[in-house]
């Protein structure tokens, strides 16, 4: 099992001069810690823009620039390497790449001065292998917030961490931490909301279920300290009762999440690398 990855993830110093941001570094070392918690395996892809152009090269779009025999030999070139990889190897899971790059792009690429929709020059040869953008790759570590209280929610929440690890996300579930009326002691319940609050604090996103005929309170809390810090939520509501004329469940919990009817939606919303859908492809209620 393993991923292809476009190698500047690995190595930044092939990258553009001066586009690396504090917070690519950050996701592409989350995109690696990812491979090894699951023991994918990454192979580099040839960086044929650095090949071309050499180290310490500016950046700019493909036209005027990449746009030459040249470079298509270089391409030719690494899709044959990467092809016998393939063929050595079998089908990797993804390509991990960098999106807005002229080579490596994944939902959009500088053709010319502006970014346009669609795969760089070099993934566009690739077009049979699901490809996601690191920073959708690196957003791996779940926080299921739910109700927790009867054995049926217990079990169902299970059943969605258990599909949401087969997609290899690592999922924090408050009921496997001691979050249960045997410990609701007084002297326990301190360290369950401190255990708790570091595991949100700590995650890339929230999956919220929303189910019952209002949403748990401890749900919708978690729900709004993620919104506030800027986590994002994905809520799951498969009750089909509403609350209101164009509401299904408390507006504000609405308005700060996207929603979804079903959980098998749940991975191609968070991007898994299993699936990697085009952003337009994802499916999401209008609720």
Not at 167 to 181: A, I, K, R, T, Y
Not at 226 to 234: C, E, F, L, N, S
Request: aromatic share 8%; glycine share 6%.
């Amino acid at each position: 099992m393993y991923v292809l990855m476009c190698p500047c993830i690995a190595t930044p110093s092939l990258r553009a001069v001066g586009i690396t941001k504090d917070e690519d570094l950050i996701a592409f070392s989350q995109a690696k810690d990812r491979c090894r918690a699951f023991g994918i395996d990454t192979v580099m892809m040839p960086c044929s823009e650095t090949q071309y152009l050499g180290a310490d090269h500016p950046p700019g779009p493909y036209e005027g620039r990449l746009d030459t025999p040249e470079f298509a030999a270089i391409l030719n070139r690494s899709e044959e390497a990467v092809r016998t990889i393939i063929q050595e190897r079998g089908d990797p899971l993804c390509i991990v790449g960098v999106d807005s790059s002229p080579v490596c792009g994944v939902n959009q690429w500088y053709r010319t001065d502006d970014r346009q929709p669609g795969r760089g020059v070099f993934l566009s040869r690739f077009p049979e292998i699901p490809a996601v953008d690191v920073y959708d790759f690196a957003c791996y570590r779940v926080y299921l917030a739910a109700p927790l209280f009867s054995e049926a929610e217990r079990r169902y929440n299970q059943s969605v961490a258990a599909l949401l690890k087969e997609h290899f996300f690592d999922v924090h579930l408050p009921q496997e931490c001691g979050d249960s009326s045997a410990e609701r002691s007084d002297d326990h319940t301190a360290a369950i909301f401190t255990e708790n609050l570091a595991a949100l604090s700590e995650a890339d996103v929230v999956v919220a279920i929303i189910d019952g005929a209002d949403a748990d309170s401890g749900t919708a809390w978690e729900m709004g300290y993620a919104y506030a810090q800027g986590i994002p939520v994905i809520a799951l509501r498969t009750d089909f009762r509403k609350a209101g004329v164009s509401e299904r469940v408390n507006l504000m919990l609405e308005e700060a999440a996207r929603v979804t009817s079903k959980a098998e939606h749940l991975p191609r919303l968070l991007f898994s690398p299993r699936i990697c859908p085009l952003r337009d492809d994802i499916c999401v209620d209008n609720i």
